[in-house]
């Protein structure tokens, strides 16, 4: 009826639903874990998309090795028991692997007596067995220097080996190599100078080498040629001391090869060891395996041209190599001699 107050519709009561506490938070649990893994990882990748892999950053604190790769390759390489006999390797003209002699008639001297080093069947000698002379003298008045100008290079010696030991000379004996070589000559102090070329030229021709000095090396003795007085290998058959030198009947101490002493000293692959009287250097060359070069990997003067350290610099350009083979350092002179002290007599041992 008109007027008549209704009352409001009765609703029914609402029953709270009896779920487990995680239930009903479900959904909420699951946006956080949502919105956690997706910081997590946003976070990784802020802090690692720069980084590069461990093993290259290790690799980058790595340092780098300066030392340039060995640049000499040899054709082959000598067995220092086995090294070939240079008797008769001897010529009047550049001839590789023989010496260019000045001298044509040679008057005898030397060993006496072939030792057991030498294998005439198999024309070769072993270095490894050969008799040195004994002792180990020191020289304390050894003196040798350089002095260089723009245009020349003056050496200056008393020939006694500086930093090296000697021999006894003459060979006692008593010595072992007294039934090989009987060597009476003693080792005395020489007044040597020698004013070589700061930049030596090759000559027209090349020249040949006479049987006295040809060089200096590093300790001030001066260097022979390869042959003895009768014109055989000289270093296959006299016995010389530890360090391959021994007196000549002017008592000047010297060398017929770089001697073992030096080469041992001569670290890397190339070092200068002396100067040939034509001002062109002497160096010990290895290959990576530490060889020497051999006759087949130089010119009819027992050189080469390459890059080398001259007066400071690396320069390319020609020098002498030291071989275990003859004729060992100078086949003859690539550029032109100074004048500088001579070997005339017999008995150059």
Request: aromatic share 8%; proline share 7%.
């Amino acid at each position: 009826m008109e007027g008549e107050q209704q009352s409001a519709p009765q609703l029914e009561p609402i029953i709270s639903e009896k779920r487990p506490f995680w239930k009903r938070r479900l959904p909420w649990l699951i946006i956080i874990l949502i919105l956690i893994l997706g910081l997590g990882t946003g976070g990784y990748f802020l802090t690692h998309k720069n980084k590069a892999p461990a093993n290259a950053n290790l690799a980058a604190t790595k340092p780098i090795s300066s030392t340039p790769a060995n640049p000499n390759h040899w054709k082959d390489s000598v067995n220092p028991a086995a090294i070939p006999l240079g008797d008769g390797k001897v010529s009047s003209s550049p001839q590789a692997g023989y010496v260019d002699s000045c001298t044509t008639k040679f008057r005898g001297g030397g060993a006496q007596t072939n030792g057991s080093w030498i294998n005439k069947a198999g024309n070769t000698w072993d270095s490894q067995t050969k008799v040195a002379v004994e002792g180990a003298v020191t020289w304390p008045a050894a003196d040798h220097s350089e002095k260089d100008s723009a245009s020349t290079r003056a050496l200056t010696t008393n020939d006694l080996p500086k930093g090296f030991t000697t021999g006894i000379f003459p060979i006692a004996k008593t010595d072992p190599a007294y039934q090989y070589d009987r060597n009476p000559n003693s080792i005395g102090t020489q007044s040597i100078t020698y004013e070589l070329p700061m930049d030596p030229a090759a000559a027209a021709v090349p020249g040949c080498t006479g049987l006295g000095p040809i060089g200096i090396l590093s300790n001030g003795v001066v260097l022979f040629n390869a042959l003895d007085d009768g014109g055989r290998d000289a270093v296959a058959h006299e016995t010389q001391d530890s360090c391959n030198g021994h007196p000549n009947q002017q008592e000047m101490y010297h060398y017929h090869n770089i001697p073992v002493c030096i080469r041992n000293e001569a670290k890397g692959s190339s070092t200068l060891v002396g100067y040939a009287l034509d001002g062109y250097g002497i160096y010990v060359e290895r290959d990576a395996e530490g060889n020497l070069p051999t006759n087949a990997d130089l010119d009819v003067c027992h050189g080469r041209t390459s890059e080398v350290t001259w007066n400071g610099k690396k320069t390319t350009m020609y020098h002498y190599d030291a071989t275990l083979e003859y004729p060992y350092t100078l086949g003859c002179y690539h550029g032109t001699p100074t004048a500088g002290p001579s070997h005339t007599g017999t008995g150059q041992l």
